[in-house]
């Protein structure tokens, strides 16, 4: 599926009313498809009490389930409201790592209005894998989930399953 098929696909589940989750895992999914550098491509929802929670991802486990604002580059762009590309991890100051063959991560916010909701928050194993076109392509798809996230109150926003 290419990024204007998935744009598509999340508008029309929208307009359908489909559950936030699914719409979630659906993006992830193909997101995670569209190129063969994204080797982890996951969610983080931005909880009330500024913590990070990973939601629907794909790759491997990772043991970053809870994330704090200012911690690492998902709870720093957080912090500093800003998307994060990040060509080389290992010269980055402030990494939480989740796979010794990460070496490059991209960070882009999903915000609604002035809220942030969440982020999606992609690692590659190679190094710069995160080009200028690639991060348009992310951020559409940032957007269009921002308005799912507009379009319904998420069932469960506590840190309790
Ligand atoms: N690398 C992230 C942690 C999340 S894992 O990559 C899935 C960070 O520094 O915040």
Known sequence: MTIDELVGELERLIAEKAELSSILEIAMRELHESNPRFDWTGIYELLPDDILRLGPFVGAPTDHVFIGVGNGVCGTAVAEKRNI???????????????????????????????????????????????????????????????????QVPVDTSRDE
């Open 85 to 151: 590309n990040v060509p080389d991890v290992r010269k980055a100051e402030n990494y939480l790592a989740c796979s010794a063959d990460t070496r490059s991560e991209l960070v882009v916010l999903i915000s609604v209005g002035d809220r942030i909701v969440g982020q999606i928050d992609i690692d590659s194993h190679s190094v710069a894998a995160f080009d200028e076109q690639t991060v348009k392509d992310v951020e559409r798809v940032a957007d269009v989930l921002a308005r799912a996230y507009d379009a």
